[in-house]
């Protein structure tokens, strides 16, 4: 159930999310290299695990949304396959995204949450802005571009570089299909490309303009720092497996079909195009190719992540290939598809725990007690030997090191000069590892740096010979602390780098507004002041699909035992489809949020002059009608909060039809449903209606 806790980059995301927790507007973080600007990142992840923590913690929180992230993809998946083959293949390569070998070793083994979590922004947004180019449907240009923008917000490598692998190969078909049409016209078809591409290119500078501004000014120029994704795996075949094989697994089986079938067909090349490039940058130093397309950012970023777009840009031609199987032998290409996927997806999991990212598994609650008492927060600290769980330690305690693991964001000179990563694992980077170390130990003083906590004795000797001395023992003496006597407490360093006000409100006021608007949620956030008025326990959106045939099950009375009616007080929204359009069902939605005895925050729809609990007087926030218009998907607004002895919430579904002919057994269960014909009263505006009551069982009356 932990097992992504585990991986390497977890704890520097749930790092990163506690700082944002804490100081939401402040991207300032003193906790690494004593000081830096979380702005070198790009928050949105970070800042989702931040609010949903405040509900469950942040290492549940993490999870949550990692798994959000791992359902967005199959969905991304499935409407992405769609552009290039046939609705039944995008089903299958959706399918096939589940066990994806590169999506568990990223979940369970590198932990890049961000990666996870921009790629299926990406997919989500590219069907809608073919749709545009196509067709000016410009309902799919607001869709594809605010996801495009959210996308950008959780990861600036995806944007810099995975987004040209997804963008132009559909940029390509789109070009292929206006020349097969007869109709389209290829000027309109250019125009709409260049107002896309102005329109998204100016969102994302505008919420990313921190990220930018830190870029420009401070470029990474830092000495390259060696990571095993950029050798050659011929000559290492231990990073082969890790970065090879392991991600792609069986997939590595259908690389002769999905050279075959892409240079065969035409509407599919641009999609192989995509596919191979992204294929040879992830070999890393087997090709020269990735040093040759990337440049300069070969020795800043990792290839793992360009592994895990080709695989994405190949589920298409899986999905085609599973089809095809299948056809031809039935039963038996489903059982070894199953197993062949089965397999991968096995593989990528139990490689976490084969090798894993961290080898010893050791607290760290007492070192952050020991520093967070007696007032030893005053200076700062390092560890050695600690591996990833130096931002776990940083999470835990109030005081500041000069070491991290985001190594963009490190701005000070004794680290910046010597291509090593963090100070904690110096010794695997040989010689310019140690010299690192050594430099930031001699100035100690500079940085306030008193505290050096040991748990590889392999540094004993460079601490002893750099004057430090060994002062007390944790965690079964298995964790050495020494101290450097006359050293001043530390002070916050006056960096160039600490954004200015404005760039605070940016950098984490848009990274939210940008995923939400992407959701396509119509749901009204209520203020601080209908808060602080209401007694509402709990309203939040809850999206449910509710198919259009007569025949269906769907519409449904879920009744909370309410020992009290509720008032219908106020009315939002009509139907935007024609009244008189018999081909489409009504499926009018009625939410009452009822008078809780709990006075808690809320969230959704706004609430205004609610008055107090009283017995049988309770009032409703809302009452909503929405229509199935677009694939049968309804919206209720209200959700319940169990607690004893208190009324939360009724929801109540009204069919157009006869609730007994259309579902039965919610009638047998739940009592029949009192209804009238719809009237012109219905959709009258709020003021020119009476208030009507509704009872627990769903009747009415007027009062």
């Not at 205004?608 to 009032?619: E, L, M, Q």
């Given at each position: 159930m932990k097992l992504p806790l585990k991986s390497y980059d977890t704890n520097f995301h749930i790092f990163f999310a506690s700082h944002y927790s804490h100081h939401w507007f402040d991207p300032w973080n003193p906790k690494w290299y004593a000081g830096f600007s979380q702005t070198t990142y790009p928050p949105l992840p970070q800042q989702w695990v931040a609010i949903v923590s405040r509900l469950i913690g942040l290492d549940m929180a993490y999870m949550l949304v990692q798994f959000a992230a791992i359902l967005l993809l199959a969905l991304g998946v499935y409407r992405f396959s769609k552009l290039w083959v046939d609705a039944r293949a995008a089903g299958f390569a959706a399918l096939a995204s589940v066990f994806l070998g590169s999506e568990s070793f990223l979940v369970y083994s590198a932990g890049q949450l961000s990666t996870t979590f921009a790629a299926p922004l990406y997919l989500n947004s590219l069907p809608y802005l073919y749709e545009w180019m196509r067709w000016r449907n410009w309902r799919s240009l607001l869709k594809g571009a605010a996801l495009a923008v959210a996308a950008a917000a959780a990861h600036h490598a995806t944007l810099l570089f995975g987004s040209f692998l997804f963008a132009i190969p559909v940029i390509a078909l789109a070009i292929i299909d206006v020349r097969e049409s007869r109709r389209a016209h290829i000027g309109s078809f250019v125009i709409r490309t260049i107002f896309l591409a102005s329109l998204v290119g100016a969102m994302i500078a505008?919420?990313?303009l921190p990220f930018w501004i830190a870029l420009i000014n401070y470029p990474v120029t830092q000495t390259p720092i060696p990571h095993p994704s950029r050798t050659n795996y011929i000559l290492n075949p231990q990073w082969g497996v890790n970065f090879f094989l392991v991600p792609y697994g069986a997939m590595i089986l259908a690389l002769p079909f999905i050279f075959l079938r892409g240079s065969s067909n035409p509407r599919l090349r641009p999609l192989l195009l995509g596919f191979w490039v992204a294929f040879l940058v992830g070999l890393g130093g087997t090709t020269p190719v990735a040093r040759l397309l990337l440049g300069r950012a070969f020795e800043v970023l990792t290839m793992e992540r360009f592994t895990y777009w080709a695989t994405l840009l190949a589920l298409p031609f899986i999905g085609l290939l599973a089809e095809e199987l299948i056809d031809r032998f039935k039963w038996r290409a489903v059982a070894g598809l199953t197993i062949a996927?089965?397999?991968?997806?096995?593989?990528?999991?139990?490689w976490a725990s084969f090798r894993p990212a961290d080898a010893e598994d050791f607290k760290v609650e007492s070192i952050a007690g020991w520093l967070n008492r007696d007032g030893h927060d005053k200076y700062r600290y390092v560890t050695l030997g600690f591996g990833n769980k130096i931002a776990r330690l940083a999470v835990l305690t109030n005081a500041s090191s000069v070491d991290g693991e985001w190594n963009s964001g490190r701005m000070l000179p004794e680290l910046t000069e010597h291509g090593a990563g963090a100070l904690t694992s110096s010794k695997y980077f040989g010689k310019s590892g140690l010299d690192a170390l050594s430099a930031i130990l001699q100035h100690a003083d500079r940085y306030g740096l008193k505290w050096v906590f040991m748990k590889d004795p392999y540094y004993e000797p460079l601490l002893v010979f750099s004057g430090w001395r060994k002062v007390d023992d944790l965690e079964n003496r298995t964790i050495a602390v020494w101290s450097k006597e006359a050293v001043p407490p530390a002070t916050p360093i006056d960096s160039p780098q600490r954004p200015v006000a404005w760039a605070r409100i940016i950098a984490h006021g848009t990274g939210i507004s940008a995923c939400s608007v992407s959701a396509g949620s119509k749901t009204s956030r209520a203020t601080t002041k209908d808060s602080e008025k209401s007694t509402v326990s709990h309203i939040s959106m809850v999206s449910s699909r509710t198919p259009t045939p007569r025949t269906s099950t769907s519409p449904t009375m879920r009744a909370i035992r309410s020992p009290t009616g509720v008032v219908f007080s106020r009315a939002m929204g009509q139907p935007s489809t024609p009244r008189n359009a018999s081909a489409r069902t009504f499926a009018r939605i009625r939410a009452f949020a009822v008078m809780s005895h709990q006075r808690l925050l809320m969230?959704?729809?706004?609430?205004?002059?609610?008055?107090?609990?009283?017995?049988?007087?309770?009032?409703?926030?809302?009452?909503?009608?929405?229509?199935?218009r677009s694939r049968a998907s309804t919206r209720s607004m209200a959700r319940p909060r169990r607690i004893a002895g208190s009324t939360t919430a009724v929801f109540m579904t009204m069919p157009a039809t006869d609730p007994s002919a259309s579902c039965p057994a919610t009638c047998r269960k739940y009592g029949r449903i009192s209804h009238r014909k719809r009237t012109a009263r219905s959709f009258l505006p709020v003021t020119s209606r009476r208030p009507t009551r509704v009872s627990a069982t769903g009747t009415r009356s007027d009062r």
């Open positions: 505008v919420v990313l996927a089965g397999l991968t997806c096995a593989v990528a999991v139990a969230r959704g729809i706004s609430v205004s002059s609610v008055p107090a609990t009283k017995a049988r007087a309770a009032h409703p926030t809302s009452a909503a009608v929405a229509s199935p």
